[in-house]
């Protein structure tokens, strides 16, 4: 993985061949997206908790 990799080969064209790679601005959305879920979630069951 490449930290400046934004496209689907970036600079990292031999993984385009084997299938292509993951960057790390992809790991970091999902890592994001995940946390606010379960922030989310912890929020609600909190709200649930004081009715």
Do not use: K, Y
Request: hydrophobic share 55%; aromatic share 12%; glycine share 20%.
């Amino acid at each position: 993985m490449d930290l400046f990799d934004w496209g689907l080969g970036g600079r990292n064209e031999h993984e385009v061949e084997s299938g292509g790679g993951c960057s790390w601005v992809t790991v970091v959305i999902i890592g994001v997206l995940v946390g606010l879920a379960l922030l989310v979630s912890a929020f609600f069951g909190f709200l649930r908790g004081l009715l």
